[in-house]
Every structure is written in C-alpha cells, then in structure tokens.
C-alpha cells in the first residue's frame, strides 16, 4: 500500500501519478525537525517528528501523517506544507521503524475502541502543545488513509478534518475477504512485503469469516461517532474503491454534526498506482477538488479560511471510449449524493452466450469444470503488485472454464453509474466453490476491456458470519457484489459478462472441499454450472444513469442474422 506523497503546487489538479514514494530529500537542517517518543495510554512510546512553520507566529494548526513506511520518507510533504503555515507531524505506527511496540493487528491499534488507540492518542497529545492551536487535520494515503478511518471514529475533538485517499472502510469486505474470498495478492503479499506477517498473517487467515474479530475492525459500523469533515478520494480501479465510496457515505449522511452533510467524495479514472496496460482518459486531472492537496478545504478546516467558491459533496469521471474522439464521456460530473440517481437494469445470460435485455424463454444451463490447481489467471484490475487496471481479457475469455456472455452491437450509448451486482443461479458437485463475474466494454476492434469484477464464495452466499455448505445438483441463488464504475459504453461497442470461479492471485483458489484455505493436496475439481432458464434467469444489474442530463436511452440493434 502506497505512501505518501508528492504535494503539487496547483491547488486544482493531480499528478499524473497518484501517488509518488517520497524520499527523504535533505531538504532541512537539525534545527528544522523535532523528534519525540510519544507515550501511547499503554506505555509504548511511538516515534514522532515535529515541523513547525519556520513563518508567522504560533500557535499553529497541525497537518498530522501516520505511516507504516517510515516517517522519514515524508520529509518532502513536509516542506511543502511548512510555508503555508502548518505545523507538520508524522510518526512511525506501532511497531514500525522507530516507534516502540509491535505491528499486530496491524491498523487495529488505531482508534475505533480497541485495546490500543493510537490516531487517539497521538491527536490528544498534538492539541496539548505549546505550538499548536489545538485543530488538527490528518492527511494519507492507502495505508496512511486506512490509519486515519480507524481513528476518525470517537476521535478528539482537535481533529477538524481529514483527507483520506484510498483506503478501506471494512477491513473484513473490501481488503481480507472481498466476497467472502481471501484477497491473497493484496493483503497476504503486502504482509509479506512489508516483512509483517507474524502474527497478522496467520491471525487473518484463521478468521475467514466476517466474526467478532473483523467486527471490531469496521469503521464504517462507527460512523455515527465520526464528528470531523473529509474529503474522500478514490479510483474506478482502486483496490479499496467500495470502501472510499462507503466512507463517504457513511459519514456523509450518518456522521457526527460537524461531519454529517461536510464531505466530500473524488473519484477518478485511476488504479493503486499506474495501470498496467496505459489508458489515456482526458481531462482525468481536472478534477474540481485536488485529489492530493486540497489545501482549500484544509485551510477551511483548520485555519478557518473561506471556501472561494461552493462545492458540491461528489465529484466523478464518468469514463468513456477513449479510441473515439467525438465518443461520450471522458468528463467529470459533481452531484449532491451518491450514488447519482439510477435505474437497475437487468441483462440477462443465454445459452447461446448472448446478453439479452430480455429473459430466457426455455431452459438451459452451462457447466464447467473448476481446478483449484489450475486457476484463471488476474489479469488487471483492482490490485496493488500485480497487473491492474482496464486490461484486454480475451487471452482469458477463450479457456474452458470461463462462460463469455456478450451483447449485441449498442445502437446508443449506455451510461452505467453505481453499484453493480449480479445474480446467479448456480449449482455444484462440490460442498463448497466460488463464483466470479467480470464486466468488460467490448470495442469494435474486439479489444475486451475490463470495468468491474468480483467474486463470491458458494457458502457464505446467506451470510458471511455463518457457512452454508452446498448440497450437490441442489440450484442456488447467488449474489455477486463488483462494487461500483461509472461508464458509458459507446454506440457499436458491445457489453459482455464473464463467469467463471477463480481469479487468481488476486483471490486465493476454492479447494472445493468445503475448507475456506487451499492446501497441498487437499483440493477436488469441481463441475460448476450456471443456471440460464425461465425460473433462474441468471443476469447482472447495471445502474442505468437516470440523471437530468442522462443520454436517451434507444433499443439495441437488430441481432446479426444467423
């Protein structure tokens, strides 16, 4: 999970690169910094550095940054924010670098009411200095972000505001077990990375289902005790893209009365870092808040600056085709809620592999055969390390075990914005597998360009507190959650689903035998079929945008003579 953060100078638009490892750069003498051992309400002593503004008198208001990468990697964020006249406060997490203690549960030492309240304390203890004016803003991120949900929720009173940049919400959901499935890529190789994984790891995997443990990890379920305005920034193709726009929302409309109705939502064309396969979304940086350095908004928060101009809660690019020039699209859209008003839209699977706006009139099925030991390869995405972003999925498209469903040619754009879900009725021979479902915009030239995914584990398709083994050849009704996009597929493109049951690294392999891990040795292939009938008309719902300024919708082409 990336660290922070190169701030750019012009307060109205991003990098190019979100994000942007920020080495130490010299850039002060000894006198500049100070360096404490903050104590923790335990003891621990945490490894903190002090900037003060080297302009203006004191007391100052305080720009606070908690990381797990090294406190003196932000030394240039720093010296960026000193001149505007802020005092400037990183610190090295539990555990980590400098600081005292040890890194488990990693952000579970945060805030929320755990044992360790670390975003706490550490606030507590800025508001107390002589040079500060007793308002603090925090500011990260990915897992400087995630630090700063955790603590938001009962947090002091000096916190005044936040800007939280991709981060999870709901540690269980959107970052260890999306769908019920583990998030191998992602957490188990950042763990790795990080050399973190005693005592994470294997405390992660013994709970795979959404238990008190997790419980006590969810920000979101602490939403009502948030009482600090944020702005909340994200991507299409960022791997915590549902728990950005779930903060928002959240605390948007449930937070605190100095937080509910004062925040705001940026969501761009972006991954967690650079897409694999480059994309070139125009005008993708000028979004009407900075997605890195809303000095407007921190300067409102803490310095009590007036906004020069009103800003709506929710700012969104609405992507589009971006080989057509004169193609809709490729533009942001500001709205007072999310999500922006819509229509579920349902597009049904056939036997015949069409995606029909239309339900089956006869009875049909496909099945398949699932191997735990030979997956279907992640390709792009909502990752961190591996390959991310809009990639080409037909090298995937042609195996044996992914079910392609494509729609006919569009005789008009269709803008889908929001929440996308799929229903499926599906059967196995095993007591317990996974499902997964892919969105991808097809262009003219065939390219397959992936919008959104997600996957399901079969056994926790009625709750993910409790399994449900399957009864084989029994028919089961499955939801499949691929969170959220917003875009237009363009006249002549066609919109195709993949189904399949692996997703591999990106979500660790089902051994089907009902164990929620994959062992050596201890695996089944499974026959998986997916229902396509009348009584189980397997489909996907896509959120029709329905705004004022949504494109009129006509029927699609006459289907190709056969």
Sequence with gaps: MLALLHIRARPWRITGLLFMLVAACGCFGQEAVQTHLVPMRDGVKL??????????????????????YNKNGLKASAAHLRPLGYAVVTQDMRGRFASEGHHAIIFGNDGIGGKHQDGHDTIAWIAEQPWSNGKVATWGASASGIAQNMAAPGAPPALQGQVVIMAF????????????????????????????????????????????FWKTLNAEAHAKTVNAPGVFVGGWYDIFLQGTINSFVTIHNEGGPDARGKCFLVIGPQAHGGFTQPVNYPHAGDAPINML?????????????????????VHYYVMGDTQDPAAPGNFWRSAEHWPPPSQATPFYMHADRELQREPPTKDGKLTYQYDPQNPVPTLGGQNLIISKGPMDQRPLEARDDVLV?????????????????????ISSDCPDTDFTVKLCDVFP????????????????????????????????????DLWSTSLI????????????????????????????????????????????????????LLPRYDGADAIVERPAVERDPE
Excluded: C
């Design 293 to 313: 350095a809303p000095m407007n908004l921190v300067g409102h928060w803490i310095k009590g600056e007036k906004l020069s101009q009103p800003l709506a809660p």
């Design 47 to 68: 490894a903190t550095d002090v900037y003060l503004p080297n302009t203006g008198a004191g007391p100052y208001p305080t720009i606070l940054i908690r990381t797990p």
């Design 169 to 212: 919400s709901d540690y269980y959901h959107q970052a260890a077990y999306q769908g019920g499935v583990w998030r191998k890529e992602l957490l188990e190789g950042w763990l790795k990375s990080q050399k973190m994984e005693e005592v994470n790891l294997p405390t992660f995997l013994e709970h795979a289902a959404y238990d008190d």
């Design 445 to 480: 030239d065939g390219e397959s360009r992936l919008v959104a995914d997600g996957i399901q584990r079969a056994s926790l398709r009625r709750s993910f507190e409790q399994r449900d083994l399957l009864q084989p050849g029994e028919v089961y009704e499955l939801a499949v």
């Design 489 to 540: 597929f363009n006249r002549g493109h066609r919109i195709r689903i993949a189904v399949s049951s692996s997703n591999a690294p990106r979500f660790e392999p089902n051994p089907n035998t009902g164990e929620p891990h994959l062992e050596d040795g201890k695996a089944r292939v499974a026959n998986n079929t997916l229902h396509l009938s009348p009584t189980h008309p397997s489909h996907i």
């Design 405 to 425: 469903f494509t729609s006919q040619p569009l005789a008009e754009p269709f803008e889908a914005t929001g929440r996308i879900t799929a229903k499926l009725y």
